[in-house]
């Protein structure tokens, strides 16, 4: 199918109920963090921590009354229920951070962006002193701590003012920035997870709770640690936006607790009579002042009083402040993604997660057609991506390679030569061996790049058709494509990996039972298509590796890289949306051949390689140890050949547009799995059916089109039989 006419394709929605959906129109959002800072600048010097401190009486005593302490975790059982229900949950972190804009640490605790905090995460108490009620939240900074003798992160100094949460948590009290607010569940113990900030129950593992702004921000001595130190830590006190709001966290019939209004209470402010800087009188035990340099820093007027059982007093709990921003309050819960008229469904923001609008528990986009809610509550949002026309891939193209070269890092000790081969410009780099081992060969490997010519590409069932056919086959669901769990499988900080997947062929993953791979026998004609292709370039690489070792008298590892060619048994294709990317990695699995090829279709990528350091490459000349990097453009194949590269070298590939597809063939050796129905079943998929071996490809000259035309009626379209070679690669332009 011509590109440039795919069908429209409309999402489909469906949930369980057939419940209708309303999409709540966007509230006003506020000034960039940029924007706002100017502003903040140009008001009069009044700052908002004055008019707060102004509008509290000065130098007088209030009387203290005791709060009552957070109840310390313990049996969930014994935990009342919430009073209600969380407007977004999830039991994976990942997940709501790929479906929220205000809180997106997969690790860490808080948010920031532009210098500016925008959310955070309490997953327990930081201090004896933490605090977490219906409109108001205390707890630490954060950060700067260090593991101790025991493997717990204790503090071993003061905390400084250049620390990152600091520095974004203060930014956010002068803006009046929103920062939502996320609870979740710390392990107390094996496989038992809970928070003490609450004394309710958490079904989930992370919930969110609403928008906040800072109020405070203070210095305070923190309790006595294990090792029996205590050094300054930075605090922090939050209060809710929305007043009138209901809070869900609190226990069932408690729903007031907790609740006060503006003006209600004041929290009294004393001058010191040392430093004379103002203090709040924040703990019930007395005044002191919390400014950090003063001598009489955390000085209570009692000497008994014991800085571990300190306790907030209730005029600074319960005290409430005006909020003052420019900023609107955004969306706690986002709207569901739908495509504009300009976009093609795999633009960045559509591999991120969505709410489920029936059981609003965060979704991953798992699947390259749509989101399947997790949760198992039915709902599905079906929005596979429109084909992109070649002309935008040409777009991509330009613009990601410039003025560069096509090969933009090559290591001085990497040896290379350029060929033409049946309509392929070629170009091989010969990878050296590990230092310590050049005295038994200088080479283990080699990298071989195939660029086809214009006209490999545009003929008829030529490369630009077979991206076609790969899009239309994602598209109607014939190749499945979906993202796997990178690490922490199963648990709550499972990650997926950035590209979606489908493998056909004998199992290539060897870690984990795959039950997903499908056998040539059934596989779409795209797939064969790109496996044929690749077994040629495959064996043309091989063949040319070996004959110029041979010519130039190299020094090579012949049982890292032998002069035979095996034929591939599996393939691996890779999906990619705008922004994805496979980091350094290699393909070392002991039960793979010493070839390995892919075949890229659709928008540009970076290719990299890098030595490890394991393998003594300590020295190299490009950025963070590159050796070799090259631009991958559109029906670009890559051969290795060796299989010492995968010992001494990782690679990473960054794609740099919408939409690309990596299909890589690899070859699976039967004797090494251990298991014989899945040795016998990696044999039986990895079989290529007879009718796929008489349509092998065999190049791009006329007498090999010619050939491939007259096997049989299923080559697709007409053969162009004016194709010849084009000029040599000046080796000089590498």
Known sequence: MDANNTPPVEP??????????????????????????????????????????EAAPNNTIHSYFATSAAPTAGDETTLSNPAGTPPISSNIRAALCDSIDYWKAHQGGIQSCSNVATGMLLNGKTTP???????????????????GPDGKHIRTEDQKEDCKNY?????????????????????????????????????????VLDFFFITDIWSEKQPTQQDGTSFMHFAVRLQRIDLNAKSWWVPKGN??????????????????????????????????????????FFRFASPNVDINTLQYNDNFLNMRTEWISDFGVPDLVPGLLLPGLDEYGSEAKFKRGIICPVCRFAIRRVSWEGWVCEQGCGFKLMLPPKDVPMALVHRETKKAMGRKAKFTEVDARIRHTSHVVEGYEVTTFYLPNAPQDLHEAEFIGSVTVLRPTQSTLERKGGLNDLFNELQQATRTGEVKLQRNP?????????????????????????????????????????????????????????????????QNNLSFDSASMPNEFIDFNEQLMLGYFEGSQIS???DGEKELGPTVATLSLGSPSTMRFRGKKKAGF???????????????????????????????????VTASGIRRYALTCRYIRPEMIPDPARREKAIVNGRVPTFWQ?????????????????????????????LVNGDAIDAENI
């Open 12 to 53: 489909v929605l469906s949930q369980a109920n057939n419940t209708s959906q309303k999409r709540k129109a966007p509230k006003a959002q506020g000034a960039g963090p940029a924007q706002k800072k100017q502003r903040a600048q140009a008001r009069p010097r009044r700052t908002r921590a004055q008019a707060r401190t």
């Open 129 to 147: 002193r933490d605090v977490l009620q219906a409109q108001v939240i205390i707890t630490t900074v954060g950060g700067g701590l260090k593991t």
């Open 167 to 207: 520095i974004v948590l203060k930014n956010a009290m002068e803006l009046g920035h929103p920062i939502g607010i996320v609870v979740g569940k710390q392990a107390q113990e094996k496989h038992h997870y809970a928070n003490n900030l609450l004394d309710i129950k958490l079904e989930n593992h992370f919930n």
């Open 255 to 296: 729903e007031r607790r907790g609740m006060h209004s503006i003006g209600e209470q004041q929290c009294c402010v004393i001058t010191c009579q040392q430093c004379q800087v103002p203090s709040k009188a924040i703990f019930k035990e007395g005044w002191c002042c919390l400014q950090k340099t003063c001598p009489e």
């Open 486 to 550: 990178a690490f922490c499988r199963g648990s709550h900080m499972e990650e997926l990996t950035s590209h979606f997947s489908c493998n056909m062929g004998a199992d290539y993953k060897f870690g984990v039972v795959v039950e997903t791979s499908n056998g040539f026998e059934t596989a779409p004609d795209p797939v064969m298509k790109a496996l044929s292709r690749l077994t040629w370039g495959g064996a043309a690489a091989v063949k040319l590796t070996a004959e110029y070792a041979a």
């Open 584 to 586: 350094f990695h290699d």
């Open 618 to 652: 300590e020295s190299t000349s490009g950025a963070g140890g590159v050796m070799l990097s090259f631009c991958l453009e559109h029906g670009d194949i890559v051969i290795m050949h060796g299989t010492k590269i995968h010992k001494h070298y990782e690679h990473a």
């Open 694 to 722: 008489k349509q092998a490809y065999k190049g791009e000259s006329p007498e090999a089109l010619a050939s491939q035309a007259h096997d049989a009626d299923a080559v697709p379209g007409a053969v162009d039989a004016s």
